[in-house]
Nanobody, 120 residues
Framework: QVHLVESGGGLVQAGGSLRLSCAAS????????MGWYRQAPGKQRDLVAV???????NYADSVKGRFTISRDNAKYTVYLQMLSLKPEDTAVYFC??????????????WGQGTQVTVSS
């Protein structure tokens, strides 16, 4: 079983920056895509950015040019550098990983979420 632990959220003024980290721990055969999703109050959980084990990246249009996703495969960690933050970026940010288990099945793992609040 793989556990994901996020860190780095907080309160920041508009225009500021934050860096989120998500570390995976546990037993798995491998981890494929890792990524970040966010959920604002009363809204659905939306994709922010994802990165494959090979380094292919996809961003939501709303964060392109401001957010950068990266990962350290050796540390099973994914990062989200967020610049030029806007109040509309306020949400709970969740880490996600596509885990290949030792049985070679694929499961989705989620972190507990970290709050990002951007004040105007």
């Amino acid at each position: 079983q793989v556990h994901l632990v996020e860190s780095g959220g907080g309160l920041v003024q508009a225009g500021g920056s934050l860096r989120l980290s998500c570390a995976a721990s546990g037993i798995a055969f491998s981890i494929n895509t890792m990524g970040w999703y966010r959920q604002a109050p009363g809204k659905q959980r939306d994709l922010v950015a994802v990165i494959t084990s090979g380094g292919s990246i996809n961003y939501a249009d709303s964060v392109k040019g401001r957010f950068t996703i990266s990962r350290d495969n050796a540390k099973y960690t994914v990062y989200l550098q967020m610049l030029s933050l806007k109040p509309e970026d306020t949400a709970v940010y969740f880490c996600n990983a596509e885990v290949v288990t030792m049985r070679r099945t694929t499961v989705d793992a989620w972190g507990q979420g970290t709050q990002v609040t951007v004040s105007s």
